[in-house]
């Protein structure tokens, strides 16, 4: 698997498991929006797995040393728990049938897990320069 494959993944990874955190409390004024955040929150589940192998493949081809290294290590321990948070809530809503106190409650969790883990990936990207090819100079 190239390593180029996180930055696609991650996109959906974050996009749509938030836009399932939105729209299950919108549900309850709109009950036609549970099944799209049903969509949603499934199809993230399976892009926050997919970004979280993509992402432990780069980090094994990662040219990174120490604070780097940390911050990629930071960063894929927020991935692991955006992944299971939503994962619980995928697990919660399908044995419950039903949006309550404590589904909002881990969606809100995972939200939040899933804006830190976004933000400490944008850092990794413009403070570390992690996974952006080095220009070569030209004459």
């Known amino acids: 698997m190239p390593s180029d494959w ?10 749509l ?17 549970r099944p799209a ?8 589940v399976v892009f926050l797995w997919l970004a979280v192998g993509s992402g432990m493949w780069a980090t094994l081809l990662a040219d990174a040393e120490g604070a780097a290294r940390q911050a990629i290590a930071l960063h894929q ?6 992944a299971v948070l939503y994962s619980l809530s995928l697990a ?3 044995s419950l049938r039903r949006v ?3 589904l909002l409650l881990t969606l809100a969790l995972a939200a939040a897990s899933a804006v830190v883990t976004g933000w400490l990936g944008g850092e990794n ?7 952006v090819q080095q220009q070569t100079e030209q004459p």
């Open 6 to 15: 996180h930055p696609i993944f991650v996109h959906f990874a974050l996009a």
């Open 17 to 33: 498991p938030l836009v399932a955190s939105v729209l299950y409390p919108l549900s309850f004024a709109l009950p036609t929006a």
């Open 37 to 44: 955040a049903h969509w949603c929150l499934g199809l993230g």
């Open 77 to 82: 321990y927020w991935g692991w728990a955006t």
């Open 92 to 94: 919660l809503i399908t």
């Open 100 to 102: 309550g106190a404590l």
């Open 125 to 131: 990207v413009y403070h570390h320069g992690i996974g």
